[in-house]
């Protein structure tokens, strides 16, 4: 240990202040994890954070938390992640939660890579934490990868299809499988309500609605995410006794086109009977908005997991195989998929969901119990390793 009383953890591809509110949840839950396990064995913790140079201000803050903002050039250089995972005990790699995979573009993949090199060869070690492995669908990526995953202690899973994924790669003696992390994200529990309304989320994903980051079609969706969410928008809008809420959980001043608040924005005065929910300002306060709703429906996966885990009825609008992955393995199976139903069958599948959402909500209930459990495996991993590491000082 690099203190007599401290253990000091890199958290790398975490952030402490993305636009995206689902890495600010892995990283928030991921701390949460950590200082509950510590706090069993009489440890302190150091966190450093290991992610983007990014100039907005951090939602997640603490004494024992230090933000190491890196550039393209820090993965390179001697005196960038090289360092400063020397002077960790232990580096946790969670790849945003899903950006280990060669489907967001070579260069993602590669910077991945070069990063995860970087921390092997810095003698520490160095655990993936809970996330969706691949798929690497060029021969190269997936060489890369599996050499990658070899170096490291520990690939942990938060899903069966990543598991399996890991399986085919001769990887069984690096794997654990557990859950999303972001199921232990603290928020508020809501307040009683006397309204009598029938609340229901809509996550608008701006990076679907505007076609990825190439503008057209980039995730080779079968449907119309633009006509489904209009569509949805009118169903709900004149539905008697409900009140649609429609909202973001990736706000960036600085892309637009990634930007759920804008898109949502823009569909509020389209449809004004809709409530249009604020920028939130960290991943809790919008899982405690989410919290209040009585259905839920969307596309960023970490809205749908925020609903989930605060016990609302909820209909992901899958475009990637980390939903069916995440939510299958829980054994919660009410999915839309965008990659091979036509809108108007989405459509068919977010109302039908509504209407049986006393269902869901008793299915949510019993996969969150399995979520749980899943959790406790890569807790007690971490464990062992920090009771180890804490031995060897």
Known sequence: MTNDSVLTIGLLWHSTNSDNLGIGALTASQIVILEEVAADLNLKLKFKILGWRDP?????????IEVVPMRARDLLSPSGLWSSARSCDLILDISAGDSFADIYGR???LYNIIAKTNVIASWRPLILSPQTIGPFQRWWTRLLATVAMRGAKKVVTRDKLSSDYLRELGLADRLIEST?????????????????????????????????????????????????????????????????HLLGHVNSHNHEVEDDYRVAEKLAAKYPSAVLAPRFESPSDAKTYIATMDFFAGARMHACIAAFSSGVPVLSMAYSRKF??????????????????????????????????????????????????????????????????????
Do not use: W
């Open 56 to 64: 907005e201000p951090s939602y997640i803050k603490g004494d024992n």
């Open 107 to 109: 260069q993602r993949f």
């Open 180 to 244: 999303d992390v972001a199921m232990r994200l603290p928020y508020e529990l809501p307040a009683p309500r006397e309204d009598g309304n029938v609340r229901v989320g809509l996550n608008v994903s701006g990076l679907l609605f505007n076609g990825g980051y190439s503008q057209d079609n980039m995730f080779a969706l079968s449907a119309d995410y633009a006509a489904v969410i209009h569509a949805l928008c009118e169903y709900f809008t004149n539905q008697p006794g409900v009140e649609l």
């Open 324 to 393: 069916a992955g995440l939510f299958g393995t829980l054994g919660y199976d009410h999915l839309a998929d965008c990659k091979a139903q036509t809108t108007e069958e989405i459509v068919e599948a977010v109302t039908s969901a509504f209407g049986r959402r006393e269902e869901l909500k008793v299915d949510v209930e019993n996969a969150f119990q399995e979520a749980e459990r899943k959790l406790v495996h890569y807790q007690d991993y971490l464990r062992e390793v920090m009771e180890n590491t804490k031995r060897a000082a």
